[in-house]
């Protein structure tokens, strides 16, 4: 039987998951609908649908373009192991990895080893198909969080000029020393680069560059806050010399206010920032797209147990005003 396509409008009654809309369509099994998918043969409105769990409203079109007698099965997960980087996403164009604190996202002058490229690059090394890996933007060695790379350069060139022209949309969540007193606003700076890269607030020149950081105030503990950043301008070190520059650095950077970034209670040998959430315009499908990172072991058992230090606090306070 030669490749037929089935189209579909989802209905009110229909609407709901792609693959259940698909399942709906073929009556095959849910495995091989699933394979169906992963073999790119599900379009939503024209573009491939790459995810089953892809919502589908009243008046979407669904397409399937397949060969009824073969079967078609679910792609195998590739296990990977990697001390560097997890992945977050990944599809034949794109892959979105969550790195490793402690990890150079590029080698620098000195050939630094097991960087995020160079690993990154081993792992895409082992698909069938060939595939690179095309570095889109950086994130600090010290922090952690999401990156996006293309699989082809003309795939990264265009996520290249979405960042060029602000269109992703990246949150970043840190721990900052003392109490921060709005609960959002601004930060708003112009840039410079000193001789040893570190950068610092000047006044504007034709040197600097103009730096936009809004935040929110998520919890406040006795001596430190968790905040949520999002970038307006994305400039290398922004967030961190932003905050050490409002007075309150990150905990554990080591260059920016690096004796106040000092807490009793964060040992690691890592910055208390993450980079927990990435939106941009899929480059190929044109879909929007959201990933999402949860924050390291570390981050979640610092404000534990700071949360419990300023119950305690609190407490003592009530007991000597008594």
Not at 50 to 76: C, E, F, L, M
Not at 184 to 202: E, W
Not at 204 to 214: A, F, Q
Request: aromatic residues 6%.
């Amino acid at each position: 039987m030669p490749v037929q396509t089935l189209s579909e409008t989802a209905t009110d009654e229909t609407a709901g998951r792609a693959d259940a809309l698909v399942r709906h369509m073929t009556e095959v099994s849910h495995s091989q609908v699933r394979g169906l998918i992963d073999r790119g043969c599900v379009t939503v409105n024209g573009k491939p649908c790459t995810d089953g769990g892809k919502p589908v409203a009243a008046g979407d079109v669904v397409s399937i373009r397949y060969d009824p007698t073969q079967r078609y099965r679910p792609k195998k997960e590739r296990k990977w192991d990697d001390r560097t980087f997890t992945i977050a996403f990944e599809d034949d164009h794109v892959i979105v990895v969550d790195k490793a604190a402690g990890t150079l996202s590029v080698p620098t002058d000195r050939g630094d080893p097991n960087t995020l490229v160079e690993r990154v690059s081993i792992y895409l090394s082992h698909s069938r198909t060939e595939r690179e890996a095309c570095l889109v933007h950086r994130l600090d060695r010290e922090a952690s969080g999401l990156l996006v790379f293309g699989k082809h350069q003309a795939v990264a060139d265009l996520l290249i000029e979405q960042f060029k022209e602000r269109k992703p949309k990246r949150i970043y969540t840190a721990i900052v020393a003392g109490c921060m007193p709005n609960d959002h606003g601004t930060l708003r700076a112009h840039l410079a680069t000193g001789k040893n890269l570190d950068r610092y607030v000047t006044k504007p020149s034709k040197d600097t560059e103009e730096v936009v950081t809004d935040y929110r105030v998520i919890k406040r503990m006795e001596d430190s806050t968790l905040v949520e950043t999002s970038l307006q301008t994305g400039k290398r070190n922004q967030i961190r010399v932003q905050l050490s520059y409002a007075g309150h650095p990150v905990l554990g950077d080591p260059h920016y206010e690096k004796e106040k970034a000092k807490h009793p209670r964060w040992i690691r040998r890592r910055m208390a920032l993450h980079a927990n959430s990435l939106s941009f315009i899929h480059p190929v499908s044109g879909e929007e797209m959201t990933v999402t990172s949860a924050l390291p072991a570390a981050m979640r058992k610092f404000i534990k147990v700071s949360s419990k230090a300023s119950k305690w606090e609190k407490s003592d306070q009530a007991d000597k005003t008594e």
